[in-house]
């Protein structure tokens, strides 16, 4: 039966309003027809009916449809005759056509985005404060955007590129093809020395302090290209505290070779004129991982082990908070390496040595305090690295986790991705409502993790990554991937705007704070599912989301006027 039509105009996808023209239609199914043989003019011009009559009972009379629900219309007609080879032309047909214009418009929007940089006109040009406006930073401003539509366009599927774009949730780090932050063995470097890439430069394991720092120091600037995020290595100070009396040094020739170590973390060696993002977790007493091992010296085991270096390490500690403290040429504080102190039920509160860590506390906030008392977790069972990331290890030791004497190193997040959830207040209506969205959008951010962990596994055996795959070797032998110990972290941000949309009460009341709750339980149960189905490591972070939060709330605003 023929429908009046009633379909005069036709939205672009410029916005623009033109007349509706049949005679379009007919041409793109009569080339999609005689491309596979499976009809003709006369076909396409019933086709093209067919095609008219659903689009007069999809849309009421004055009701103006787009090009693309037009083109939705006429897969659905082309799958209903039954014209599956047709309907597959017609599909990458219109694949291919979205890449050319976007190749278009991504060549007018990366000029426009230099220019953008140059004249600091783009709020992005200072969302990261690590990042200064350099040459470098306008090199890697240039690099992302093309990174970013590889991710978006090249690797994931339309649902989470919509996804994303409209602002259900955020993929942290589409401007790098690489991990989001990494935790090393630094044991095996002190018994690897560095090196990694076959052409390059290596360096026999540290005979002695200084030289133990400085490959430290190169380890963290190259790895650091091969990441996105944090690069973070524990047991700081056992490890490093008998090149001490090795080296036979007093007080002033530890201090100077400390003050060269942190000079030199802090030089903006990472891409965008960054300094590299550095993590390293701080014992005041020999760490139980290897108080019983053998120290290394040369890359040589010795006839000491590590519990016999307490007074070495004292000082160590001492020296790095007094250097802190005093910072560089003009006063100011160094921001990187960012120190991690595990407080534990036998934490030394009275030793004088530990004096200079609270000051630097009181002066400058420096260090980052991880609490164990009355935990169910040891400082042995997680990995400090970056401001908001903390990783369980305990997961790790059951499957083998890859970390000389099972240290449980060689972990890290593979990337992050965080859900708006005020969003998904603002639009449920009920319970179910709430939970039902919620799923949906954990779903598709685990469907984005698990395409980005098959992705970097994949280059990491074409060799992307020469010093990772070199210094991940043990995750390899134990686990069958280099990233096999490395998490899927699942972030999230507004819970308090989420509560305020979807109850009206803030996060502070007894309700908010029951509903809190039922959602992080929630999460957690959902990523236990996760990682039972995929066998990968999964985890939840309260996301640090400056930029993230600013770019979400746009995409709120622009969605929800109200």
């Given at each position: 039966?023929?429908?009046?039509?009633?379909?005069?105009?036709?939205?672009?996808?410029?916005?623009?309003?033109v007349?509706?023209?049949?005679?379009?239609?007919?041409d793109?199914?009569?080339?999609?027809?005689?491309?596979?043989?499976?009809?003709?003019?006369k076909?396409s011009?019933?086709?093209s009916?067919?095609?008219?009559n659903?689009?007069?009972?999809?849309?009421?009379?004055?009701?103006?449809?787009n090009?693309?629900?037009i083109?939705?219309?006429?897969?659905?007609?082309?799958?209903?005759?039954?014209?599956v080879?047709?309907?597959?032309?017609?599909?990458?047909?219109?694949?291919?056509?979205?890449k050319?214009?976007?190749?278009?418009?991504?060549t007018?929007?990366?000029?426009?985005?230099?220019?953008?940089?140059?004249e600091?006109?783009?709020?992005?040009?200072?969302?990261?404060?690590?990042?200064?406006?350099?040459?470098?930073?306008?090199?890697h401003?240039?690099?992302?955007?093309?990174v970013?539509?590889?991710?978006?366009?090249?690797?994931?599927?339309?649902?989470?590129?919509?996804?994303v774009?409209?602002?259900?949730?955020?993929?942290?780090n589409?401007?790098t093809?690489?991990?989001?932050?990494?935790?090393?063995d630094?044991?095996?470097?002190?018994?690897?020395?560095?090196?990694?890439?076959a052409?390059?430069?290596?360096?026999?394991?540290?005979?002695?302090?200084?030289?133990?720092?400085?490959?430290?120091?190169?380890?963290f600037?190259?790895?650091?290209?091969?990441s996105?995020?944090?690069?973070?290595?524990?047991?700081?100070?056992?490890?490093?505290?008998?090149?001490?009396?090795?080296?036979?040094?007093?007080?002033?020739?530890?201090k100077?070779?400390?003050?060269?170590?942190?000079?030199?973390?802090?030089?903006?060696?990472?891409?965008?004129?960054?300094?590299?993002?550095?993590?390293?977790?701080?014992d005041?007493?020999?760490?139980?991982?290897?108080?019983?091992?053998?120290?290394?010296?040369?890359?040589?085991?010795?006839?000491?082990?590590?519990?016999?270096?307490?007074?070495?390490?004292?000082?160590?500690?001492?020296?790095?908070?007094?250097?802190?403290?005093?910072?560089?040429?003009?006063?100011?504080?160094?921001?990187?390496?960012?120190?991690?102190?595990?407080?534990?039920?036998?934490f030394?509160?009275?030793?004088?040595?530990?004096?200079?860590?609270?000051?630097?506390?009181?002066?400058?906030?420096?260090n980052?305090?991880?609490?164990?008392?009355?935990?169910?977790?040891?400082?042995?069972?997680?990995?400090?690295m970056?401001?908001?990331?903390?990783?369980?290890?305990?997961?790790?030791?059951?499957?083998?986790?890859?970390?000389?004497?099972?240290?449980?190193?060689?972990?890290?997040?593979?990337g992050?991705?965080?859900i708006n959830?005020?969003?998904?207040?603002?639009?449920?209506?009920?319970?179910?409502?709430?939970?039902?969205?919620l799923?949906?959008?954990?779903?598709?951010?685990?469907?984005?993790?698990?395409?980005?962990?098959?992705?970097?596994?994949?280059?990491?055996?074409?060799?992307?990554?020469?010093?990772?795959?070199f210094y991940?070797?043990?995750?390899?032998k134990?686990?069958?991937?280099?990233?096999?110990?490395?998490?899927?972290?699942i972030?999230?941000?507004?819970?308090?705007?989420?509560?305020?949309?979807?109850?009206g009460?803030d996060?502070?009341?007894?309700?908010?704070?029951?509903?809190?709750?039922?959602?992080?339980?929630?999460?957690?149960?959902r990523?236990?599912?996760?990682?039972?189905?995929?066998?990968?490591?999964?985890?939840?972070?309260?996301?640090?989301?400056?930029?993230?939060?600013?770019r979400?709330?746009l995409?709120?605003k622009?969605?929800y006027?109200?």
């Amino acid at each position: 039966m023929t429908i009046k039509n009633k379909i005069t105009k036709v939205k672009k996808r410029d916005g623009r309003i033109v007349d509706f023209d049949q005679e379009k239609i007919i041409d793109v199914v009569f080339k999609a027809l005689t491309a596979t043989n499976q009809g003709d003019g006369k076909k396409s011009k019933t086709l093209s009916d067919k095609i008219l009559n659903f689009l007069n009972r999809r849309f009421k009379k004055d009701e103006i449809p787009n090009v693309e629900q037009i083109q939705d219309i006429v897969e659905e007609v082309l799958i209903l005759e039954n014209l599956v080879k047709t309907a597959k032309a017609y599909i990458l047909y219109r694949e291919q056509r979205r890449k050319i214009r976007e190749a278009v418009v991504y060549t007018e929007e990366s000029v426009e985005a230099l220019d953008q940089y140059i004249e600091e006109l783009d709020w992005e040009v200072n969302e990261n404060a690590n990042m200064a406006y350099s040459l470098q930073g306008l090199n890697h401003y240039g690099v992302a955007l093309l990174v970013k539509k590889y991710w978006l366009n090249k690797i994931y599927p339309k649902e989470i590129r919509e996804s994303v774009k409209s602002g259900d949730f955020h993929i942290h780090n589409l401007d790098t093809l690489a991990t989001y932050c990494n935790g090393w063995d630094l044991y095996d470097l002190l018994l690897k020395g560095f090196r990694g890439a076959a052409t390059k430069v290596e360096s026999k394991p540290a005979k002695h302090l200084r030289s133990a720092l400085g490959q430290l120091v190169n380890f963290f600037y190259t790895v650091q290209g091969e990441s996105a995020g944090a690069q973070a290595v524990s047991d700081f100070t056992t490890l490093l505290a008998p090149f001490i009396r090795y080296d036979n040094l007093d007080y002033r020739q530890i201090k100077q070779a400390i003050q060269e170590f942190l000079f030199n973390c802090s030089i903006p060696t990472r891409v965008g004129f960054q300094n590299p993002f550095t993590n390293i977790t701080i014992d005041v007493k020999p760490s139980p991982n290897f108080a019983k091992q053998p120290v290394i010296i040369g890359g040589k085991p010795q006839e000491e082990i590590y519990a016999d270096f307490q007074s070495e390490m004292d000082m160590l500690n001492k020296a790095l908070y007094e250097c802190m403290m005093e910072g560089d040429a003009k006063g100011r504080p160094f921001h990187f390496p960012i120190p991690t102190v595990n407080i534990t039920k036998d934490f030394p509160w009275d030793n004088p040595n530990l004096d200079p860590l609270f000051e630097a506390s009181a002066k400058y906030g420096i260090n980052y305090f991880a609490n164990y008392i009355n935990s169910e977790m040891d400082p042995e069972d997680a990995r400090s690295m970056c401001c908001r990331l903390r990783l369980d290890k305990r997961e790790l030791y059951n499957r083998g986790g890859g970390g000389l004497f099972g240290a449980g190193a060689l972990t890290g997040s593979i990337g992050v991705v965080t859900i708006n959830l005020p969003r998904i207040g603002y639009i449920s209506k009920t319970k179910k409502d709430f939970f039902n969205n919620l799923v949906k959008i954990m779903d598709l951010c685990k469907e984005s993790l698990e395409i980005k962990r098959k992705v970097l596994e994949d280059l990491m055996e074409k060799g992307l990554y020469p010093y990772s795959r070199f210094y991940l070797q043990g995750a390899k032998k134990t686990r069958g991937r280099y990233y096999g110990n490395h998490f899927s972290t699942i972030g999230l941000v507004g819970m308090n705007e989420c509560l305020l949309n979807f109850i009206g009460e803030d996060i502070g009341s007894r309700c908010g704070r029951r509903f809190v709750l039922e959602i992080m339980n929630f999460m957690r149960e959902r990523l236990v599912e996760y990682q039972k189905e995929t066998e990968n490591f999964y985890n939840l972070e309260a996301t640090p989301a400056e930029s993230t939060a600013y770019r979400l709330c746009l995409k709120d605003k622009e969605k929800y006027s109200d």
